[in-house]
């Protein structure tokens, strides 16, 4: 069985609910998986610390900046950089196969910036994004990208 690993945080609930679409859409179009969901949010309220991941993962990250508009005179990340903290734990920036970043498009330059200065911070690239909670045409995208990536073989029934 292979795991599949979705870390992310939510603070507005967007990622929260496209994460969990995404991993019950995984489930019913992909056989023999698990997929585990990873919310740094609860790790840092919990307490816990950090560990090294012992497998592949992908990064689901929103956007919240102040100061600035992201292109010609910068930006400040608020509330996101305990995700930059446990991807730059140990070797888990190497085991991170991409990042989804979230947004809104209204913000223009800014839409997903913080996905895009995560994967020039780390190395890796950004595979999708999606606007708000996302749709069910973002959720089939990043599962094709997911499958891709975990080369899972899809089940024999479509939901």
Partial sequence: MKTISLVYISLSGNTESFVTRLKDYLLSQYEGIEVQKI???????EGQDFYEMDHPYVAFLPTYLEGGNGVDN??????TTPVGDFIAYGNNASKCFGVVGSGNRNFNNQYCLTAK???QRFGFPVLADFEMRGMLGDIKH???IIADLYELEEAGTKV
Avoid at 39 to 45: E, G, Q, S
């Fill in 74 to 79: 910068g930006d400040v990340e608020i509330l």
């Fill in 39 to 45: 919310h740094i949010k609860d790790l840092v309220k």
């Fill in 117 to 119: 200065q995560y994967s």
């Fill in 142 to 144: 990043v599962a094709a």
